[in-house]
């Protein structure tokens, strides 16, 4: 089976269930690829992805960095995927945390073993977060008042 996932700005051909497929659902992207060339083809873990040329992880990742514009901004960026690889790079010359899901070669900083992982992750990290603003607040009359 391929399954087809429409991402609104691309379009992902994916064969996680029939790797022996890989061939077939390049040959299927190439072809539509040669009506669209303004369109760049990514191969990824299991999928093939037809992307608009300027697409890219990283510009995607500086992009909102300036929209938030927050100076003391520590980026965190997790991916599972080889098109992962450019925010992997970003983050880190931008001396961000990197985090690779599952196995591979990476440029990331840490790796986390699987979905789970990451769920875990990020519960624990809330609650390290939660737990700072509340050691660096006072509760004065039911209100929390941030003293930084």
Known sequence: DLLIEDKGHSIALHYR???????????IMQQIKYFYPQLKLNRGKFVVE??????????????????INLPLTHPIFIGDDLTDESGFIFINQQFGTSIKVGSGETEAQYRLKDINSVSN????????????????????????????
Do not use: M, R, W
Not at 55 to 64: E, M, Y
Not at 123 to 143: A, P, R
């Open 17 to 27: 269930k029939n790797p022996e497929l890989e061939n077939n659902a390049i040959y």
């Open 50 to 67: 037809l992307l608009p040329k300027q697409a890219d992880k990283c510009k995607a990742i500086q992009t909102v960095l300036n929209h």
């Open 121 to 148: 992750f990020l519960f624990f990290f809330l609650e390290k977060i939660k737990k700072l603003y509340v050691k660096n607040s006072q509760d004065q009359n039911g209100e929390q008042i941030c003293l930084n």
